[in-house]
């Protein structure tokens, strides 16, 4: 983990600490498949450690086998049989990579199991960009997974989106707004006009940085970069994309059976031009 990398990926000193539980399932994969390599991508603190298990991070705990991002795995391709990625990918600035990457290093045939979070409120470790809905989730893996389910297991139970949601909101009011947050049914909260509930302290005095964390989106606006400098490396990777989709394109002529119909007719052209 290099500073140049910890700068990109905008990773602390010292991170939060993310510690779950594998649950029965991964350990009873374990025992099952003794002879599988499993690999967990953001792994967090774990309370158990398995040779068969190599566990990666963006920091150092105890149980970390690799410091590394999930953009760039530096593992060979085809080396595990296994890959778990359990609520890591909205912490990650570019997921498709990280997507990318756990393909990559998944053997032909291995299993991939990502828990992705949609409807859940901001948290950071260290940083948090990216929920999804489940067709996010599959549309990150049906390039290179036949997607066998995306179902909502009941640790992803709305129950729990709603309830994390009020408790941030109530938790973040001064006492009184709380008090009348608390006090409201749930019947009064669906059936009040929301311009109306807008005008409530439960609302006027909530935080900015509470508003934030269970918003239902944000504005963003830019202003585009100038200088030869930017527009320099951008016409350099754009060139370079293209020699790359260049060289893919010769390398399926080539491949085709065309191609080695037409070889002595090419042949005697290029001895004509010479």
Known sequence: ?????????????????????????????????????????????????TEQMVNVDVFPALSTDVVCVGENLPF?????????????????????????????????????RIDYPFLQPVHGYPSHYFNATPEGNISLFEKWCDIQYCIVEDHFHPIHALRWMMEDWKNSLPDDAKAQFGNMRVDDFLSSPIPDMMQQPFCTELSPEAKKVICAGSTLEGVKKQGPQFYGSLREEHLAQEVQQARRDVEIMRASSSWKLTAPLRKVVGLRRK
């Open 76 to 112: 060979a391709d085809a080396q595990f049989d296994f890959v778990l990625c359990a609520a890591t990918l909205e912490h990650t600035k570019r997921p498709w990579e990280v997507a990318a990457e756990i393909c990559r290093v998944l053997k032909p045939g291995g299993i991939v």
């Open 1 to 49: 983990m290099t500073d140049a990398i910890r700068q990109e990926f905008h990773i602390p000193p010292f991170p939060p600490i993310s510690a779950h539980n594998y649950g029965g399932y991964i350990a009873g994969l374990q025992k099952e498949h003794p002879d599988w390599m499993f690999l967990d991508v953001g792994a967090g603190l774990r309370d158990t450690v």
